[in-house]
């Protein structure tokens, strides 16, 4: 596995500002409040550096929903 790097200030608001939208709209889905999902995003992948294809949660799903879903990111 590389290195992780601390990322600057400007790094980690560019992180927050392009996970926001996809994390209220599932807020508006699940009910789950925009800031946990992007709190346990960062957690879980290192503010965007381990996270494999936008995978921030580290969930693993070869069907072929998940493959249409994976493409229209």
């Given at each position: 596995m590389s290195e992780?790097?601390?990322l600057t200030k400007?790094?980690?608001a560019a992180f927050i500002a392009?996970?926001?939208p996809f994390a209220q709209d599932s807020m508006k889905?699940?009910?789950v409040?925009?800031?946990v999902t992007m709190a346990?995003?960062?957690l879980e992948s290192s503010w965007g550096q381990k996270a494999d294809g936008y995978n921030y949660f580290g969930?693993?799903?070869?069907?072929?929903?998940a493959k249409l879903i994976r493409e229209l990111l």
């Amino acid at each position: 596995m590389s290195e992780l790097k601390t990322l600057t200030k400007e790094e980690r608001a560019a992180f927050i500002a392009f996970i926001a939208p996809f994390a209220q709209d599932s807020m508006k889905a699940t009910g789950v409040p925009a800031s946990v999902t992007m709190a346990q995003a960062i957690l879980e992948s290192s503010w965007g550096q381990k996270a494999d294809g936008y995978n921030y949660f580290g969930i693993k799903n070869w069907s072929e929903k998940a493959k249409l879903i994976r493409e229209l990111l």
